[in-house]
C-alpha cells in the first residue's frame, strides 16, 4: 500500500489492522480515539485532530510498515 497524505485512516486501518501500533507509536490508540468520522478524514487533516506532532514522520513509518511482510 502507498501511504500519501491523503489516505485515509480508514484505509489504512481496513489494510493492515495491526497498523494501530504505529499510530500508536504517534500518540494516537485508533481504537480507543478515532470514531468513524476521523478514521474517514485523510492523514493530512488527522494531524490536528489526533495531536500528531509530525505527520510525515507517520507517513514514513506507516511506508516502511507496509513494506514489512507479514508473518503468517
Not at 474517514?40 to 485532530?49: G, W
Request: charged share 30%; with cysteine.
Amino acid at each position: 500500500m502507498i501511504i500519501t497524505p491523503n489516505t485515509t485512516v480508514k484505509e489504512i486501518m481496513e489494510a493492515r489492522p495491526d497498523a494501530a501500533s504505529v499510530f500508536l507509536k504517534h500518540g494516537v490508540d485508533v481504537p480507543l480515539e478515532c470514531d468513524e468520522s476521523i478514521q474517514d478524514c485523510e492523514l493530512e487533516l488527522c494531524d490536528s485532530m489526533c495531536h500528531i506532532d509530525d505527520i510525515d514522520a507517520l507517513i514514513s513509518d506507516l511506508e516502511k510498515f507496509f513494506a514489512t511482510p507479514v508473518s503468517s
